[in-house]
């Protein structure tokens, strides 16, 4: 029991048209026909109005066809128009007509009058303008789950409304699925943006929400000027393209953004860790500095006259010891010095590279940056000599006043 049943029987016809959901003709009662016109009865996607053979109105409840074999039998049928499986005058009347392709689905089955064209979705036959029908459905469906909600107050002629985040500045979209067999001249074929969206897995990645932002910035912008919802359709459709290739702009531009304020607080965290190394190198020291008085305290020692030569000499091992160890830990610093600024130099290098590409405000961060870690290296440098001179000095100290002594 299946529509193709009905249109064998009208098949066979052949001199025949549809009007008004009714076909009539006359055809040879072969075995053929009668089996055609006994499955079309059983189809339950129709009815016939009249069978006439000779003048006689046959009966297909109580009369058998076989009786009237090899005659000619003048029928009428009329076709069911109760369900979207159905006969189409032509592909603009499945389109105009057939609600479930306006909410993305197409039926089962169904026949194109004009094209003599039979559909079913179990069927391998492949036809362009039915695969270009399945594109446009496809791009309905996947708008309509993307839907903020559905507008349903006219049953022929469901709504669909985007509501954008920053409702002050723009006002909710609105779209009303309409097609026309014209649409299918454009091939819609890139539907990735809307099937990406509408995976299962979609909301669990990174930037979904923001992603569907744009998605509704963009329709707003681009259907901005359109006076209806249909005409709002028709432009998404036949300027397909061009929408996505200003989704893509807009993606491309927050993607980017996003990008240059991640770059911008790598920035920030590689300058207050490298700031933070830096500033260890000479807090390390410090605290060893602190042997610096006792140093002083003998050379003072050394240089009064109350102590002997042994003393003397004793104290003034003390003061190369003392020397030796800081000027280690002054060397052991400038190595941990010079690893943080080869890693500086990599760092700005690794931002170098995409200098052109980045706004003017993090291009400046950057140059803030490696100005100041200049700077604080300079400094570092700097104390590290002064650290080796305050380190050595009492030894040459004591040096200087047991050679006087002497």
């Not at 909600?149 to 006219?154: G, L, T």
Request: glycine share 4%; with cysteine.
């Amino acid at each position: 029991m299946a529509l193709l049943d009905v249109v064998q029987l009208y098949r066979l016809i052949g001199d025949t048209k549809l009007v008004e959901n009714q076909f009539e003709g006359e055809i040879q009662l072969t075995t053929q026909s009668i089996d055609a016109i006994t499955a079309a009865d059983n189809s339950q996607f129709g009815r016939f109005e009249s069978i006439d053979v000779n003048g006689d109105d046959i009966d297909l409840q109580h009369d058998s066809l076989c009786n009237y074999e090899n005659e000619k039998a003048i029928i009428t049928f009329r076709v069911s128009s109760k369900s979207a499986e159905r006969f189409y005058k032509s592909i603009d009347d499945l389109l105009a007509s057939c609600l479930l392709i306006k909410e993305g689905s197409l039926p089962n089955s169904f026949y194109i009058v004009e094209d003599d064209l039979y559909y079913d979705k179990q069927s391998n036959t492949k036809n362009k303008q039915i695969e270009k029908i399945k594109n446009l459905c496809l791009l309905i469906e996947k708008l309509t789950e993307l839907a903020h909600y559905h507008d349903k107050k006219n049953p022929c002629e469901a709504k669909l409304v985007f509501v954008p985040t920053d409702t002050d500045k723009n006002k909710p979209i609105v779209i009303a699925p309409n097609l026309e067999k014209s649409m299918l001249s454009n091939g819609i074929k890139d539907l990735s943006v809307l099937t990406e969206l509408t995976d299962t897995k979609a909301k669990q990645s990174t930037h979904y929400n923001e992603k569907m932002n744009v998605l509704v910035s963009t329709l707003s912008e681009f259907l901005q000027n359109t006076s209806s919802s249909k005409l709002a359709f028709q432009k998404l459709i036949n300027s397909w393209s061009e929408f996505l290739e200003l989704y893509n702009n807009n993606i491309a531009t927050y993607l980017s953004g996003f990008a240059f304020h991640k770059a911008k607080k790598e920035i920030a965290e590689a300058e207050v860790k490298l700031a933070e190394q830096l500033a260890n190198i000479t807090s390390d020291i410090t605290g060893k500095l602190f042997s610096i008085p006792v140093s002083l305290a003998a050379v003072v020692t050394i240089a009064s006259n109350k102590t002997n030569s042994f003393t003397d000499y004793i104290l003034l091992f003390g003061l190369i010891l003392m020397a030796a160890i800081i000027i280690g830990i002054v060397d052991n610093q400038s190595s941990r010095l010079s690893v943080i600024t080869q890693a500086k130099d990599l760092l700005e290098k690794s931002f170098e590279g995409k200098k052109n590409e980045y706004p003017n405000d993090l291009n400046d961060a950057i140059s803030e940056m490696n100005k100041t870690l200049d700077s604080n290296i300079t400094k570092a440098k700097k104390w590290l000599k002064i650290f080796i001179f305050l380190g050595i000095t009492p030894f040459y100290l004591g040096l200087f006043f047991l050679s006087f002594k002497s």
